[in-house]
Protein backbone atom coordinates (compact mmCIF):
# COMPACT_ATOMS: atom_id res chain seq x y z
CA UNK A 1 0.00 0.00 0.00
CA UNK A 2 1.26 3.33 -0.94
CA UNK A 3 2.30 5.50 2.00
CA UNK A 4 2.65 5.08 5.41
CA UNK A 5 -0.13 3.25 7.75
CA UNK A 6 -1.56 4.30 10.66
CA UNK A 7 -1.68 1.02 12.54
CA UNK A 8 -1.24 2.60 16.39
CA UNK A 9 -2.92 0.39 19.46
CA UNK A 10 -2.48 -2.87 17.96
CA UNK A 11 -1.61 -5.66 20.88
CA UNK A 12 2.03 -6.99 21.47
CA UNK A 13 2.23 -10.24 19.29
CA UNK A 14 -0.45 -9.89 17.10
CA UNK A 15 -0.03 -10.02 13.70
CA UNK A 16 -2.75 -8.05 11.51
CA UNK A 17 -3.85 -9.00 8.40
CA UNK A 18 -4.75 -6.80 5.57
CA UNK A 19 -8.43 -6.87 4.71
CA UNK A 20 -10.29 -4.35 2.54
CA UNK A 21 -13.58 -3.11 3.71
CA UNK A 22 -16.09 0.14 2.54
CA UNK A 23 -12.96 1.44 0.15
CA UNK A 24 -10.23 1.29 2.53
CA UNK A 25 -7.16 -0.50 3.41
CA UNK A 26 -7.81 -2.02 7.12
CA UNK A 27 -5.17 -4.35 9.22
CA UNK A 28 -7.26 -6.14 11.40
CA UNK A 29 -5.78 -7.70 14.60
CA UNK A 30 -7.48 -11.01 15.29
CA UNK A 31 -6.63 -11.25 18.90
CA UNK A 32 -9.02 -8.01 19.33
CA UNK A 33 -11.11 -8.15 16.44
CA UNK A 34 -10.32 -4.65 15.88
CA UNK A 35 -9.94 -3.05 12.12
CA UNK A 36 -7.49 -0.33 12.01
CA UNK A 37 -7.67 1.93 9.12
CA UNK A 38 -4.63 1.75 6.76
CA UNK A 39 -2.99 4.49 4.23
CA UNK A 40 -5.05 5.78 1.71
CA UNK A 41 -5.31 7.37 -1.58
CA UNK A 42 -7.26 10.47 -1.49
CA UNK A 43 -7.98 12.91 -4.00
CA UNK A 44 -9.24 16.28 -2.71
CA UNK A 45 -10.63 18.99 -5.95
CA UNK A 46 -10.46 22.83 -5.27
CA UNK A 47 -7.45 21.50 -2.73
CA UNK A 48 -5.46 24.98 -2.60
CA UNK A 49 -7.22 26.61 0.18
CA UNK A 50 -9.57 26.69 2.56
CA UNK A 51 -11.84 23.59 3.17
CA UNK A 52 -9.98 21.48 0.80
CA UNK A 53 -6.59 22.62 2.52
CA UNK A 54 -8.09 21.84 5.09
CA UNK A 55 -9.30 18.40 4.79
CA UNK A 56 -6.08 17.39 3.46
CA UNK A 57 -4.07 18.75 6.43
CA UNK A 58 -6.22 16.09 8.17
CA UNK A 59 -6.01 13.37 5.78
CA UNK A 60 -2.30 13.47 5.90
CA UNK A 61 -2.19 13.70 9.31
CA UNK A 62 -4.15 10.35 9.72
CA UNK A 63 -1.26 8.38 7.40
CA UNK A 64 -2.86 9.21 4.23
CA UNK A 65 -1.34 9.92 0.69
CA UNK A 66 -3.40 13.03 -0.58
CA UNK A 67 -3.62 14.00 -4.71
CA UNK A 68 -3.93 17.76 -4.40
CA UNK A 69 -6.10 19.31 -7.87
CA UNK A 70 -6.75 22.51 -8.08
CA UNK A 71 -7.22 25.13 -11.42
CA UNK A 72 -3.50 26.76 -10.04
CA UNK A 73 -1.21 24.63 -10.58
CA UNK A 74 1.15 26.82 -8.69
CA UNK A 75 -0.87 26.80 -5.36
CA UNK A 76 -1.91 23.67 -5.96
CA UNK A 77 2.14 22.45 -6.08
CA UNK A 78 2.57 24.90 -3.24
CA UNK A 79 -0.16 23.19 -1.06
CA UNK A 80 1.15 19.60 -1.93
CA UNK A 81 5.16 20.62 -0.74
CA UNK A 82 3.13 21.92 2.60
CA UNK A 83 1.53 18.74 2.58
CA UNK A 84 4.69 16.49 2.15
CA UNK A 85 6.81 18.66 4.59
CA UNK A 86 3.84 18.46 7.44
CA UNK A 87 3.62 14.85 7.28
CA UNK A 88 7.60 14.58 6.26
CA UNK A 89 7.32 11.94 3.90
CA UNK A 90 7.89 12.67 0.36
CA UNK A 91 5.48 10.65 -1.05
CA UNK A 92 2.18 10.73 0.67
CA UNK A 93 1.16 14.30 -1.45
CA UNK A 94 1.26 15.50 -5.32
CA UNK A 95 -0.35 18.03 -7.06
CA UNK A 96 -1.97 18.10 -10.56
CA UNK A 97 -3.49 21.19 -12.01
CA UNK A 98 -6.92 20.17 -13.31
CA UNK A 99 -10.17 22.29 -14.37
CA UNK A 100 -12.84 20.30 -13.89
CA UNK A 101 -15.18 21.48 -15.54
CA UNK A 102 -12.71 19.71 -18.30
CA UNK A 103 -13.88 16.34 -19.43
CA UNK A 104 -10.44 15.18 -21.12
CA UNK A 105 -8.33 17.00 -17.91
CA UNK A 106 -10.42 15.76 -15.33
CA UNK A 107 -9.68 11.97 -17.47
CA UNK A 108 -6.23 12.81 -17.52
CA UNK A 109 -6.16 13.32 -13.65
CA UNK A 110 -8.16 10.18 -13.09
CA UNK A 111 -5.48 8.22 -15.03
CA UNK A 112 -2.32 9.86 -13.65
CA UNK A 113 -4.40 8.31 -10.17
CA UNK A 114 -4.35 5.26 -11.63
CA UNK A 115 -1.27 4.90 -13.43
CA UNK A 116 0.46 5.92 -9.76
CA UNK A 117 -1.35 4.15 -7.71
CA UNK A 118 -3.69 1.65 -8.85
CA UNK A 119 -6.82 2.49 -6.76
CA UNK A 120 -8.50 5.16 -5.36
CA UNK A 121 -10.10 5.27 -1.95
CA UNK A 122 -11.66 8.43 -1.16
CA UNK A 123 -12.56 11.46 -2.99
CA UNK A 124 -13.58 15.13 -1.59
CA UNK A 125 -15.30 16.67 -4.71
CA UNK A 126 -14.71 20.44 -3.35
CA UNK A 127 -13.45 22.49 -6.32
CA UNK A 128 -16.43 25.19 -6.86
CA UNK A 129 -17.19 29.32 -7.69
CA UNK A 130 -19.63 31.03 -6.35
CA UNK A 131 -22.95 32.85 -7.87
CA UNK A 132 -22.83 36.05 -8.35
CA UNK A 133 -24.97 36.11 -5.04
CA UNK A 134 -28.10 37.58 -7.56
CA UNK A 135 -31.76 36.28 -7.99
CA UNK A 136 -32.97 35.43 -11.58
CA UNK A 137 -34.05 38.31 -13.18
CA UNK A 138 -30.61 39.69 -12.51
CA UNK A 139 -28.21 36.70 -13.11
CA UNK A 140 -25.85 37.09 -15.87
CA UNK A 141 -26.48 34.39 -18.67
CA UNK A 142 -22.33 34.20 -18.21
CA UNK A 143 -22.06 33.60 -14.48
CA UNK A 144 -25.16 31.13 -15.13
CA UNK A 145 -22.83 29.24 -17.57
CA UNK A 146 -19.77 29.29 -15.39
CA UNK A 147 -21.24 28.15 -11.95
CA UNK A 148 -23.31 25.01 -14.12
CA UNK A 149 -20.05 24.03 -15.92
CA UNK A 150 -18.08 24.17 -12.88
CA UNK A 151 -20.46 23.62 -9.65
CA UNK A 152 -22.71 20.93 -11.70
CA UNK A 153 -20.55 19.62 -14.84
CA UNK A 154 -17.05 19.85 -12.83
CA UNK A 155 -19.07 17.29 -10.26
CA UNK A 156 -20.13 15.06 -12.62
CA UNK A 157 -16.88 15.29 -14.42
CA UNK A 158 -14.92 13.58 -11.40
CA UNK A 159 -17.70 11.40 -9.98
CA UNK A 160 -18.30 9.54 -12.99
CA UNK A 161 -14.07 9.21 -13.61
CA UNK A 162 -14.46 8.57 -9.85
CA UNK A 163 -17.03 5.62 -9.48
CA UNK A 164 -15.11 3.94 -12.29
CA UNK A 165 -11.96 4.04 -10.60
CA UNK A 166 -13.59 2.85 -6.92
CA UNK A 167 -15.48 0.03 -9.27
CA UNK A 168 -12.63 -1.43 -10.43
CA UNK A 169 -10.39 -1.42 -6.96
CA UNK A 170 -13.16 -1.94 -4.49
CA UNK A 171 -14.80 0.48 -3.59
CA UNK A 172 -14.45 3.89 -1.70
CA UNK A 173 -16.29 6.45 -0.35
CA UNK A 174 -17.05 9.86 -2.39
CA UNK A 175 -17.98 13.30 -0.24
CA UNK A 176 -19.31 16.05 -2.33
CA UNK A 177 -19.08 19.65 -1.30
CA UNK A 178 -22.87 20.61 -1.35
CA UNK A 179 -24.21 23.60 0.83
CA UNK A 180 -26.72 24.67 2.90
CA UNK A 181 -28.17 26.19 -0.49
CA UNK A 182 -28.59 22.75 -1.70
CA UNK A 183 -31.08 21.59 1.01
CA UNK A 184 -32.86 25.32 1.69
CA UNK A 185 -34.00 27.93 -0.83
CA UNK A 186 -31.74 30.84 -1.43
CA UNK A 187 -32.10 33.92 -3.46
CA UNK A 188 -28.77 33.23 -5.61
CA UNK A 189 -30.22 31.50 -8.08
CA UNK A 190 -27.02 29.92 -10.47
CA UNK A 191 -25.55 28.93 -6.95
CA UNK A 192 -28.89 27.64 -5.11
CA UNK A 193 -29.64 25.73 -8.46
CA UNK A 194 -26.22 23.67 -8.84
CA UNK A 195 -25.77 22.83 -5.34
CA UNK A 196 -29.36 21.56 -5.56
CA UNK A 197 -27.94 19.47 -8.33
CA UNK A 198 -24.98 18.15 -6.70
CA UNK A 199 -27.60 17.09 -3.69
CA UNK A 200 -29.71 14.81 -6.48
CA UNK A 201 -25.86 13.38 -7.73
CA UNK A 202 -25.26 12.57 -4.14
CA UNK A 203 -28.55 10.34 -3.89
CA UNK A 204 -28.50 9.31 -7.03
CA UNK A 205 -25.04 7.73 -6.92
CA UNK A 206 -25.80 6.39 -3.11
CA UNK A 207 -28.72 4.47 -4.82
CA UNK A 208 -27.13 3.05 -7.69
CA UNK A 209 -23.48 1.87 -6.57
CA UNK A 210 -23.88 1.66 -2.64
CA UNK A 211 -24.59 -1.95 -3.48
CA UNK A 212 -21.38 -2.17 -5.11
CA UNK A 213 -19.13 -0.80 -2.24
CA UNK A 214 -19.03 3.07 -2.54
CA UNK A 215 -20.85 5.54 -0.93
CA UNK A 216 -21.78 8.81 -1.41
CA UNK A 217 -22.60 11.55 0.66
CA UNK A 218 -22.29 15.38 0.58
CA UNK A 219 -21.65 17.71 3.16
CA UNK A 220 -24.14 21.05 3.21
CA UNK A 221 -21.63 23.79 5.05
CA UNK A 222 -23.51 27.20 6.13
CA UNK A 223 -21.28 30.72 6.19
CA UNK A 224 -17.81 29.74 6.49
CA UNK A 225 -15.33 32.13 7.29
CA UNK A 226 -13.16 30.34 4.37
CA UNK A 227 -12.98 29.47 0.85
CA UNK A 228 -16.16 31.41 -0.75
CA UNK A 229 -17.27 32.53 2.71
CA UNK A 230 -14.24 34.62 3.64
CA UNK A 231 -15.45 37.51 1.80
CA UNK A 232 -18.45 37.73 3.28
CA UNK A 233 -17.00 37.12 7.03
CA UNK A 234 -13.96 39.74 6.47
CA UNK A 235 -16.72 42.32 4.68
CA UNK A 236 -18.45 42.49 8.23
CA UNK A 237 -21.58 44.87 8.00
CA UNK A 238 -25.21 44.63 8.24
CA UNK A 239 -25.33 41.82 5.82
CA UNK A 240 -22.27 39.80 7.47
CA UNK A 241 -24.06 39.96 10.36
CA UNK A 242 -27.68 39.20 9.40
CA UNK A 243 -26.42 36.18 7.61
CA UNK A 244 -24.46 34.98 10.74
CA UNK A 245 -27.46 35.51 12.82
CA UNK A 246 -29.68 32.84 10.98
CA UNK A 247 -26.95 30.56 12.20
CA UNK A 248 -27.93 29.60 15.72
CA UNK A 249 -24.43 28.77 17.12
CA UNK A 250 -23.88 32.43 16.19
CA UNK A 251 -20.91 32.96 14.45
CA UNK A 252 -19.61 31.34 11.09
CA UNK A 253 -17.89 27.59 10.94
CA UNK A 254 -14.40 26.63 10.49
CA UNK A 255 -12.85 25.07 7.10
CA UNK A 256 -12.08 22.81 10.09
CA UNK A 257 -15.31 21.96 11.49
CA UNK A 258 -16.34 21.15 7.56
CA UNK A 259 -12.61 19.15 7.49
CA UNK A 260 -13.71 16.87 10.33
CA UNK A 261 -17.02 15.71 8.56
CA UNK A 262 -15.49 14.80 5.56
CA UNK A 263 -12.83 12.85 7.52
CA UNK A 264 -15.83 11.08 9.17
CA UNK A 265 -17.84 10.74 6.65
CA UNK A 266 -14.75 8.75 4.42
CA UNK A 267 -14.25 6.26 7.47
CA UNK A 268 -15.32 3.19 8.00
CA UNK A 269 -16.65 4.38 10.96
CA UNK A 270 -19.87 5.71 8.98
CA UNK A 271 -19.89 2.47 7.08
CA UNK A 272 -23.87 2.48 6.95
CA UNK A 273 -23.82 5.96 5.62
CA UNK A 274 -24.70 7.25 2.16
CA UNK A 275 -26.88 9.40 0.10
CA UNK A 276 -26.49 11.70 3.74
CA UNK A 277 -26.37 15.33 3.02
CA UNK A 278 -24.60 16.44 6.24
CA UNK A 279 -25.66 19.59 7.72
CA UNK A 280 -22.75 21.46 8.79
CA UNK A 281 -24.03 25.07 9.37
CA UNK A 282 -24.36 25.57 12.91
CA UNK A 283 -28.05 24.91 13.15
CA UNK A 284 -28.82 26.88 10.25
CA UNK A 285 -31.21 24.43 8.61
CA UNK A 286 -32.78 23.46 11.93
CA UNK A 287 -34.95 26.81 11.75
Known sequence: MAGGSNVSGQ????????????????????????????????????????????????FVDAGDTVVVSDLDAIAAERTAEALRVRCQDDQRAWAQATDVADRAAVGTLFEAIRKR??????????????GGGTPLLETDDAIWDACLRVNLDGTYNCLKQAVRLMLASGGGAIVNNCSILGVNGGASAAYTATKHGIAGLTKSIAVA???????????????????????????????????????????????VEVANAVRWLCSPESSFVTGELMMVDGGYSAR
Open 11 to 58: QAGAEPRALRRHGADLALFPASGRAVIMSRIVLITGAAGGIGTATAEQ
Open 117 to 130: HGRLDCAFLNAGIG
Open 209 to 255: YSGQGIRCNAVCPGLIDAGLGARTVQAGGAKAEAFIKLHPAGRPGTA
